[in-house]
């Protein structure tokens, strides 16, 4: 049986709309980023979701509790999906921190190991999401054919997805920016082992027709901490939510997303 991880950046704010790095400020939604929060609200409502968990900070908190009413449930804070702290570069805008130091900002998307002054590199934010993913995998049975939903923050949902898919750190600026209430879904499964002396190397065809190469069917004890996470979506998003405007340089915004296949992800 699987798992299914929803990984939903905030609705929009003021900082978003004008380019200005919020990292752990704790800001609120904008006018428009509740409607997208209730938009997606509207637009997940039919789906199996059984948790959700958010990071504390008012612009993630605000949007799971509208994601989370149409199910009965009360988000879980857990500050471990807070977006990475961005230390001498919150509150000022790109344009700030390109004229100070130029280069920099090409820098922390590209070098997972790289931080801004006083604040936190990729791996470490992608370390601590982590966590709370390998918790609940364990924690949580309930997940098992149902849905989790985690609403955090763009560089902290980028970091998680590469996290979880077990890319090498190089990778790691591999996916594009995401929408306000984008999401990436992500599937768990156990993961599935054979034995490669069975194996014929020269056409990677199984050398005895006879093996059994069924997989296990569900999590234990002895499996959960080996799952196989796969990638069904990225910048996923209900349909019709007016985003931003584009921004050149700015981090996650100003891309007009449409609508995914729901049906086909579910």
Same mark, same amino acid.
């Given at each position: 049986?699987?798992?299914?991880?929803?990984?939903l950046?905030?609705?929009?704010?003021?900082?978003?709309?004008?380019?200005?790095m919020?990292?752990?400020?704790?800001?609120?939604?904008?006018?428009l980023?509740?409607?997208? $929060?209730?938009? @997606? %609200? &509207?637009?997940?409502?039919?789906?199996?979701?059984?948790?959700v #968990?958010?990071?504390?900070?008012s *612009? $993630?908190?605000? @949007? %799971? &509790?509208?994601?989370?009413?149409?199910?009965?449930?009360?988000? #879980?804070?857990?500050?471990?999906? *807070?977006?990475?702290?961005?230390?001498?570069?919150?509150?000022?805008?790109?344009e700030?921190?390109?004229?100070?130091h130029?280069?920099? *900002?090409?820098?922390?998307?590209?070098?997972?190991?790289?931080a801004?002054?006083?604040?936190?590199?990729?791996?470490?934010?992608?370390? *601590?999401?982590?966590?709370?993913?390998?918790?609940l995998?364990?924690?949580?049975?309930?997940?098992?054919?149902?849905?989790?939903?985690?609403?955090?923050?763009g560089?902290?949902?980028?970091?998680?997805?590469?996290?979880?898919?077990?890319?090498?750190?190089?990778?790691?600026?591999?996916?594009?920016?995401?929408?306000?209430?984008?999401?990436?879904?992500?599937?768990?499964?156990?993961?599935?082992?054979?034995?490669?002396?069975?194996?014929?190397?020269s056409?990677?065809?199984?050398?005895?027709?006879?093996?059994?190469?069924?997989?296990?069917?569900?999590?234990?004890?002895?499996?959960?901490d080996d799952?196989?996470?796969?990638?069904?979506?990225?910048?996923?998003s209900?349909?019709?939510?007016?985003?931003?405007?584009?921004?050149?340089?700015?981090?996650?915004?100003?891309?007009?997303?449409?609508?995914t296949?729901?049906?086909?992800?579910?």
């Amino acid at each position: 049986m699987a798992r299914r991880l929803i990984l939903l950046r905030h609705g929009q704010t003021d900082y978003n709309a004008t380019g200005r790095m919020q990292g752990q400020m704790d800001t609120h939604l904008s006018d428009l980023g509740r409607q997208q $929060a209730q938009r @997606t %609200a &509207g637009e997940l409502s039919r789906w199996d979701i059984r948790r959700v #968990v958010t990071s504390d900070l008012s *612009r $993630a908190a605000e @949007t %799971a &509790g509208l994601i989370a009413a149409p199910h009965g449930l009360t988000p #879980v804070l857990d500050e471990r999906l *807070r977006e990475t702290h961005l230390g001498a570069w919150q509150a000022r805008s790109h344009e700030e921190i390109d004229a100070a130091h130029p280069g920099q *900002r090409a820098m922390w998307r590209h070098n997972p190991h790289w931080a801004p002054p006083g604040g936190e590199t990729r791996l470490e934010v992608a370390a *601590r999401a982590r966590s709370l993913v390998d918790e609940l995998m364990h924690s949580f049975p309930e997940w098992e054919g149902g849905t989790v939903v985690c609403v955090a923050h763009g560089g902290t949902i980028a970091g998680l997805t590469c996290s979880l898919l077990g890319l090498p750190t190089d990778n790691y600026s591999s996916f594009s920016g995401l929408g306000n209430t984008s999401w990436a879904q992500l599937t768990a499964r156990p993961r599935f082992h054979y034995d490669h002396s069975t194996v014929d190397n020269s056409g990677d065809r199984p050398a005895d027709p006879a093996l059994d190469t069924t997989p296990v069917a569900t999590f234990s004890e002895s499996t959960i901490d080996d799952a196989q996470w796969h990638l069904d979506a990225w910048n996923a998003s209900a349909l019709g939510i007016p985003f931003a405007p584009a921004q050149p340089g700015s981090e996650g915004v100003g891309v007009t997303y449409t609508r995914t296949s729901i049906e086909g992800l579910q």
